[in-house]
Nanobody, 111 residues
Framework: QVQLVESGGGLVQAGGSLRLSCVAS????????MGWYRQAPGKQREWVAH???????DYADSLKGRFTISGDNAQKTVYLQMNSLKPEDTAVYYC?????WGQGTQVTVSS
């Protein structure tokens, strides 16, 4: 059974950066297929970025240029580097691997 554990969230000022991590366990052989989503208060969960099955990256259009997803197969970890953060990036960020979700990590960006 796959389990995902996120970390790296916190409080940051607008313009700052954070790097989120998601460690997978339980039989995952590749980080390909892992992705990040986020859910802001009062809003639906939205897709942020993912590593495709072929190992390339894909991003929500509105986040291109500020967010970077990467993965480490040896560590079974996927990262989300977030730069130039804005208050509207405030949300709980979730890691996903097909049908499995992590518990989420809170990111709060102050103005």
């Amino acid at each position: 059974q796959v389990q995902l554990v996120e970390s790296g969230g916190g409080l940051v000022q607008a313009g700052g950066s954070l790097r989120l991590s998601c460690v997978a366990s339980g039989g995952i052989f590749s980080v390909n297929g892992m992705g990040w989503y986020r859910q802001a208060p009062g809003k639906q969960r939205e897709w942020v970025a993912h590593l495709t099955s072929g190992g390339s990256t894909d991003y929500a259009d509105s986040l291109k240029g500020r967010f970077t997803i990467s993965g480490d197969n040896a560590q079974k970890t996927v990262y989300l580097q977030m730069n130039s953060l804005k208050p509207e990036d405030t949300a709980v960020y979730y890691c996903r691997y097909y049908a499995t979700w992590g518990q989420g990590t809170q990111v709060t960006v102050s103005s």
